[in-house]
Each structure stands twice: as C-alpha cells, then as structure tokens.
C-alpha cells in the first residue's frame, strides 16, 4: 500500500540520517558489512586495513548507533 511504501522510505531516511553521523571510517565498515554483506576478510581487502581494524570498527560503529537512537528516543520523549 501507499502507507507502507511512505512508511519505509522515512525508515530509510532515518537510517540515512543515523549513518551520517558516524565518521567515515566507521560508516563505511558498517555499509559494507551489515548492509551489503562483505566479510571482514574481504572488508580488510577492499579497504586497506586489517580484519581487526574492520571488526573494531563495525564494534565502534554499532555503539554510536545504539548512542544517536537512544539519543533521538529520549528528545522524543521529552519533547514529542
């Protein structure tokens, strides 16, 4: 329906938005591992870091996310 397409393009943009505020290092292992599927082997490759880098980043990276949304939720709270 209409509301589900409009309902999962602001799921999108809130996504979008969440993943502009990691700093490039972190936002790009996060793409390329839980959204297009890279390996942290292939990760390491396609950047030019090691497997541990990709992995502390993505650590790094999913710990900024859970911080910006609980973030978000509390400004809702208070003031939505």
Do not use: Q, W
């Amino acid at each position: 329906s209409t509301f589900n397409l409009v309902e999962h393009v602001f799921e999108d943009e809130y996504l979008i938005g969440l993943l502009r505020k990691l700093s490039p290092k972190y936002r790009m292992v996060f793409v390329l591992h839980a959204i297009e599927g890279f390996s942290h082997e292939e990760i390491s490759k396609k950047l030019n870091i090691s497997k541990g880098t990709s992995k502390s980043n993505l650590s790094k990276a999913r710990t900024k996310l859970k911080l910006f949304m609980s973030k978000e939720r509390k400004l809702v709270k208070n003031y939505g």
